[in-house]
Nanobody
């Protein structure tokens, strides 16, 4: 199993910045890719940004140039630097990971989700 714990959310004024973190732990053999999603009340969950284990990144058009996704050298902590935040960025932000785990010598490939961290942008 893999546990994903997000942190760094909060209340910020329009134009402000936040840095989200997602720490992965568990019987991890490899993390192929990680991503940030967000979901506002009454709306579907949308992809914000992704990063692979070879550092390939992709972003939703609405956040390009303002958000930056990254991972630490160990590859088990992911970040989302969010600059010039707008009220429409208010959402619950979720961490997602596609990972390989090992248990009793057997390998498993699954997708895992965190519990989310709330971001609110308001004056």
């Amino acid at each position: 199993q893999v546990q994903l714990v997000e942190s760094g959310g909060g209340l910020v004024q329009p134009g402000g910045s936040l840095r989200l973190s997602c720490a992965a732990s568990g019987s991890i053999s490899d993390i192929y890719a990680m991503a940030w999603y967000r979901q506002a009340p009454g709306k579907k969950r949308d992809l914000v940004a992704t990063i692979t284990n070879i550092e390939t990144t992709q972003y939703a058009d609405s956040v390009k140039g303002r958000f930056t996704i990254s991972r630490d050298n160990a590859g088990d902590t992911m970040y989302l630097q969010m600059n010039n935040l707008r009220p429409e960025n208010t959402s619950l932000y979720y961490c997602d990971a596609e990972a390989e785990t090992v248990l009793s010598g057997r390998y498993y490939h699954n997708e895992y989700w965190g519990q989310g961290t709330q971001v609110a942008v308001s004056s």
